[in-house]
T-cell receptor, first 113, second 115 residues
Framework: KAGVTQTPRYLIKTRGQQVTLSCSPI?????VSWYQQTPGQGLQFLFE???????NKGNFPGRFSGRQFSNSRSEMNVSTLELGDSALYLC????????????FGNGTRLTVT | KQEVTQIPAALSVPEGENLVLNCSFT??????LQWFRQDPGKGLTSLLL?????REQTSGRLNASLDKSSGRSTLYIAASQPGDSATYLC??????????????FGQGTILTVHP
């Protein structure tokens, strides 16, 4: 069974540009969550999607957005990139039941120059 | 607001030693607690999940305990091996909502097991 797949693995962008990251969940998982990981702040929750609807959102500016498609695949977008957006962005999927663990992808490493 | 703390921040042990990683959380109203492992440059691998009604979970050489009332969990690793070297993260899922994907993470414990 394939795990959570994130593409691309690495991205280098310039300040002011925008970027789109993609996540394919494990087959049968309908919940997808996104996290940002930085050395200073650790792992922080960005947002969660279920059945194409955003169910929860973390404390991030509106430049961070996402969506989920009918096949549960998800994308997140960051507009007007800032240097501080450099981070490892992790996607996780689950069966969306109490007691179901989150399964993480290997992440997308975004570097903003 | 839930806060999760992990102690120690880093740990270096010789191969074969048994060790304990600690995790504490401020709000005891949780659905579950998960322990993850992260290798450098990689994503998180789920090790153990303990439901709020459970006291412990075991998988191979790993044993995790949960004392919800005191806001504490421990991860016990028996007979450590160099391959156990990684960052270990503890995360809680708060109760009271319908969202199962919003975890609050600790800062992690960097474990090094030397031969």
């Amino acid at each position: 069974k394939a795990g959570v797949t994130q593409t691309p693995r690495y991205l280098i962008k310039t300040r002011g540009q925008q970027v789109t990251l993609s996540c394919s969940p494990i087959s049968g998982h309908r919940s997808v969550s996104w996290y940002q990981q930085t050395p200073g702040q650790g792992l922080q929750f960005l947002f969660e999607y279920f059945s194409e609807t955003q169910r929860n959102k973390g404390n991030f500016p509106g430049r961070f957005s996402g969506r989920q498609f009918s096949n549960s695949r998800s994308e997140m977008n960051v507009s007007t990139l800032e240097l501080g957006d450099s981070a490892l962005y992790l996607c996780a999927s689950s069966r969306d039941r109490e007691g179901s663990p989150l399964h993480f992808g290997n992440g997308t490493r975004l570097t903003v120059t | 607001k839930q806060e999760v703390t992990q102690i120690p921040a880093a740990l270096s042990v010789p191969e074969g030693e048994n060790l304990v990683l600690n995790c504490s959380f401020t709000d005891s109203a949780i659905y579950n607690l998960q322990w993850f492992r992260q290798d450098p440059g990689k994503g998180l691998t789920s090790l153990l999940l303990i439901q709020s009604s459970q006291r412990e979970q075991t998988s191979g050489r790993l044993n995790a305990s949960l004392d919800k009332s005191s806001g504490r969990s421990t991860l016990y690793i028996a007979a450590s091996q160099p391959g156990d070297s990684a960052t270990y993260l503890c995360a809680v899922l708060n109760a009271g909502g319908t969202s199962y994907g919003k975890l609050t993470f600790g800062q992690g414990t960097i474990l090094t097991v030397h031969p």
